[in-house]
């Protein structure tokens, strides 16, 4: 996916993972719930990319934004607990504000061209923009011989 938004929400599940299962200190369901957390945003800008529908889509967006309030809401406590030092989270904390941030920018862009009506929904509505004529080449598979 070439979004930015997406690649930085990929980043900052990366850096959860390797923080929160290279630190044995932490609570096996913290873990999974920070982990959880972290790979829900990605997931979501996907999911509702994918809908294309641009009400879907932007609905989506707003639960990637929940699940990353969810994460650094979980990263805090694991900070303020001592299970992450204040150097870990510091750097996590500075990538979920850059792609946090970049979403709410995508959400605002997209509301935008909602109220303009500037969206394509479906590929099919456009389809001199997105028309897909396919070659088509005879078979070089013989054919089949049965032997009696």
Known sequence: MNLIV???AME???VVWKLTFEESKIDFKLR???ADAAQSISANIAEGYGRRSINEYIQY???AL???AETLTRAI????TKQISEAQFHDLNLLHYEMENRLLRLIEKLEQKR???DWISRIAEDPEEHSISPTLHPSTTPPL???A
């Open 32 to 34: 999974a719930q920070i």
């Open 12 to 14: 900052l599940f990366e």
């Open 6 to 8: 997406w690649q930085k």
């Open 145 to 147: 011989r049965i032997h």
């Open 66 to 68: 929940g699940s990353a």
């Open 61 to 63: 967006l707003y639960t």
């Open 77 to 80: 406590g694991l900070q303020q």
């Open 115 to 117: 109220e303009d009506g």
